[in-house]
Antibody, heavy 118, light 106 residues
Framework: QMQLQESGPGLVKPSETLTLTCSVSGFSITSGYYWGWIRQSPGKGLEWIGSIFHSGRTYYNASLKSRVSISVDTSKNHFSLNLTSVTAADTASYYC???????????WGQGTPVTVSS | EIVMTQSPATLSVSPGERATLSCRANQSVSSNLAWYQQEPGQAPRLLIY???TRATGIPARFSGSGSGTEFTLSISSLQSEDFKVYYCQQYNTWPLTFGGGSRVEI
């Protein structure tokens, strides 16, 4: 059964870089799908951050593009999110998810909460 | 970017009743719309894609309709496990965008 699992620090200081990893099990990350990051601020809705294909082709939300990079490591079957210069506004639960070329998300990881605070 | 607006923010219904949720786009997304269900503290779950196609394992009481800018998610007879939050998402155009959600409460 395919699973996605996010990992990373639960607490990050303002101005630092947030790095999260999504480990994929039960499915090859090179099998023709895209891999995305979505976040949800406390009590708020969902915001797509960006996506990557296994070839390395990336797509970013313009609202975050200057601070975001997503990379993939096919040897480890995982992909990662880097978000630089974080502020309190980046406090959220971060989800990774798979999508096909049509771009609906299924399945999702369980999510990981990240707090930005000194 | 395409802005997705959901209504109502909260819908109060009784078990066994029908629930109808609305999702509106500020420009046409054709039928490139998905619906998700989310329980607090859990990841969203795909319910519907292509506006009206149920995802694998989704009960027939969930149905989606619409195209262009107006979409509806209907739950024909609410079960206790359906009282959650529902989001729509357009995938017609980058960036992918979600609605603000509709909570279905008892």
């Amino acid at each position: 059964q395919m699973q996605l699992q996010e990992s990373g620090p639960g607490l990050v200081k303002p101005s630092e870089t947030l790095t999260l990893t999504c480990s994929v099990s039960g499915f090859s990350i090179t099998s023709g799908y895209y891999w995305g990051w979505i976040r949800q601020s406390p009590g708020k809705g969902l915001e797509w951050i960006g996506s990557i294909f296994h070839s390395g082709r990336t797509y970013y939300n313009a609202s975050l593009k200057s601070r975001v990079s997503i990379s993939v490591d096919t040897s480890k079957n995982h992909f990662s999110l880097n978000l630089t210069s974080v502020t309190a506004a980046d406090t959220a639960s971060y989800y990774c998810a798979r999508h096909n070329i049509r771009r609906w998300f299924d399945p999702w990881g369980q999510g990981t909460p990240v707090t930005v605070s000194s | 970017e395409i802005v997705m607006t959901q209504s109502p923010a909260t819908l109060s219904v009784s078990p066994g009743e029908r629930a109808t949720l609305s999702c509106r786009a500020n420009q046409s997304v054709s039928s490139n719309l998905a619906w998700y269900q989310q329980e607090p503290g859990q990841a969203p779950r795909l319910l519907i894609y292509d506006a009206s196609t149920r995802a694998t394992g989704i009960p027939a009481r969930f149905s989606g309709s619409g195209s262009g800018t107006e979409f509806t998610l209907s739950i024909s007879s609410l079960q206790s496990e359906d009282f959650k939050v529902y989001y729509c998402q357009q995938y017609n155009t980058w960036p992918l965008t979600f609605g603000g959600g509709s909570r279905v409460e008892i």
